[in-house]
């Protein structure tokens, strides 16, 4: 498999539980992995987080606040994963080894509505929500619907707002916009400031991470339906107690957004 692709399938597979069934199969891993014995953690509450999340610090502000709640003791755990040496299953092993041995839950963890997940995971309810937007230098545009026939418009490649921009062109709900898909958000930013696009999409947190002079102007993603993202903690399907504790101090905690 080609390093970029590799790389890149890699860090999407970090925010994303299942990628559309056209794109990717379900996550995998051996079937020997999903009942391994997992150390006793006392009175810590171990939660792996992401470094190339970008909800990286309010992901372990959500942990610590979680941990809180249910009366134990915080641990960030930081995932050491070298992406360059995954194979074609890609993050998943990885992170259920992690789920095994160093801690309970994977915080930043995409939701995707109707998608199915791998059956040894679950997915607690959403902690954090934040929308994509579209970025222009053209304080014209509102929305997808304003751009002119002709447009550059980069999207994040492999995503649920990808697939929903694809059924959009070719419905003609979006006539003339030339999709431009990116791998990772450096490199759109890199391609607005070449001026080889003329928008783009991105999700909001991102824009903590990159320089804000390469776009003047932001805008919403109407009419696409699947406008936002939502992201939760990651457990193993055999800990719905666990599962449910967490829920139970997510709710008390409230669904945040910027």
């Known amino acids: 498999m ?30 020997e992995s999903y009942n391994r ?25 959500v942990a610590s606040e979680l941990a809180q709640i249910l009366l134990l003791e915080p641990e960030i755990v930081e995932m050491d994963v070298n992406i360059d040496l995954l194979d074609n299953e ?12 160093k801690c309970v839950g994977v915080m930043g963890v995409q939701l995707i509505p109707g998608e199915m997940a791998a059956d040894w995971m679950t997915l607690s309810r959403p902690y954090f929500e934040a929308p994509y937007v579209l970025l222009t230098r053209d304080e014209q545009i509102e929305s997808l619907t304003d751009l002119p026939p002709g447009t550059r418009l980069g ?10 921009l694809m059924l959009a062109i070719a419905a003609g709900t979006l006539d003339g916009v030339r999709r431009l898909p990116y791998d990772r958000p450096e490199l759109m930013v890199a391609l607005m400031e070449a001026d080889e696009l003329d928008a783009a999409i991105v999700w909001e947190p991102q824009l903590d991470h990159e320089p804000g002079d390469f776009y003047t102007h932001q805008g919403t993603v109407a009419p696409l339906g699947r406008d936002a993202r939502a992201v939760a903690v990651l457990l193993r399907t055999q800990d719905q107690m666990l599962r449910t504790m967490i829920d139970q101090a997510i709710e008390a905690l409230g669904t945040e957004a910027p």
């Open 2 to 31: 080609d390093r970029v692709l590799k790389r890149f399938i890699c860090m999407a597979s970090l925010l994303v539980v299942a990628l559309p069934m056209t794109s990717l199969a379900q996550p995998f891993v051996p079937v």
């Open 37 to 61: 014995t997992r150390p006793d953690f006392g009175n810590k509450l171990p939660l792996c987080v992401m470094p190339n999340s970008p909800t990286l610090e309010h992901d372990k502000a």
């Open 90 to 101: 890609g993050i998943w092993p990885a992170i259920l080894v992690h789920l095994a041995e």
């Open 155 to 164: 999207v994040p490649l492999y995503t649920p707002i990808d697939e929903d």
